[in-house]
């Protein structure tokens, strides 16, 4: 046993190694090849750099914390427009750590051709056998958001999407604030303030940003973490944050394709895979399949790797 213990280290080395080496050939193959113009989306789940940059206009129009960045000119990708290289989210906060999840969670993963993929089991039980991708795609592609919605053509009629409306979210907020009432509204009342940052926790958080990757024409996601000071979160840091399941798996650091920095990334070899399904689902629903709503079920899948991550706003969307 003492052996094989000492074995794993040497295991997770040549796995690295290995990933290294298939990285190597991809960055080769795609150096090489043509950029794909013409659409897969519903025969393989791909997208087009053209569609790629379509569902990222229908995530940042909806959820404007996330936004287009033009990246290092020296990187920049020419299939991509010069200001749409890659989209991102900064300062998404992560207060808890994930080990405490995977006690129940790495019960529910399973491993298909050495990937992990996630289970999405609710109510805090799990299940009494392992669900393939096909149910997780049923999950992801039940109903909720129309998938015939079109958010920015439908801008400013209320009622026309399954997503939450958050044009009002200020006036909202400012009701239900004390310091924001005028004097007439307080009625002669007093406010006392609290202690400066009184009720702030502070919490890791993480700048999130979604690449698209040519060799398997699908989005990919890198997590750069700051720690509760602001100082930038060393790789082995950044995996407590990850399932345990998925560490040095489907989860690798890499050089960010547009800033260059050692960037901790979820492996994109399974979500063309996962997006399939969903478009399955969608047609046997009678539902035309939209690629722009392709980033959707992207962030959904990935919650289920990365879950004390709060950009969770567009997890409550159920498809």
């Not at 529910?108 to 991708?133: H, K, Y």
């Amino acid at each position: 046993l003492k052996q094989l213990a000492s074995c794993v280290p040497h295991m997770q080395s040549l796995g690295l190694a290995g990933h290294r080496i298939g990285d190597a050939y991809r960055s080769v193959v795609s150096a090489l090849t043509v950029t794909n113009a013409e659409s897969r989306f519903i025969e393989a789940g791909t997208l087009t750099p053209e569609e790629f940059v379509q569902a990222g206009d229908q995530l940042t129009f909806k959820f404007p914390t996330w936004q287009w960045d033009s990246g290092d000119q020296s990187r920049r990708a020419s299939y991509l427009p010069p200001d749409k290289q890659f989209l991102i989210t900064r300062n998404v906060p992560c207060r808890d750590r994930v080990r405490a999840l995977d006690e129940v969670l790495k019960k529910q993963i399973r491993t298909e051709e050495e990937w992990l993929l996630p289970e999405t089991a609710t109510g805090g039980t799990v299940p009494d056998s392992l669900r393939d991708v096909d149910d997780f795609a049923e999950d992801v592609g039940a109903t909720g958001i129309d998938a015939e919605d079109d958010f920015i053509g439908s801008a400013g009629q209320q009622g026309s999407s399954g997503l939450p409306d958050f044009s009002d979210l200020n006036a909202t907020l400012a009701e239900e604030d004390p310091a924001c009432r005028t004097s007439a509204q307080a009625q002669g009342g007093y406010f006392v303030a609290d202690a400066p940052d009184a009720h702030i926790v502070k919490s890791r958080s993480y700048d999130l940003s979604i690449t698209y990757d040519k060799y398997y024409q699908t989005p990919r996601l890198w997590l750069f973490g700051y720690n509760e000071g602001g100082e930038p979160l060393k790789p082995d840091q950044v995996y407590e944050d990850v399932l345990s399941e998925y560490v040095a798996k489907t989860v690798t650091v890499d050089p960010h394709p547009l800033t260059g920095t050692p960037t901790v990334s979820i492996h994109p070899c399974k979500h063309a895979q996962v997006m399939k399904k969903v478009v399955q689902d969608w047609i046997q629903q009678g539902i035309v399949p939209r690629h722009d709503l392709a980033l959707f079920v992207f962030l959904k899948f990935i919650s289920g790797i990365v879950p004390t991550i709060n950009y969770d706003f567009t997890m409550d969307i159920e498809f």
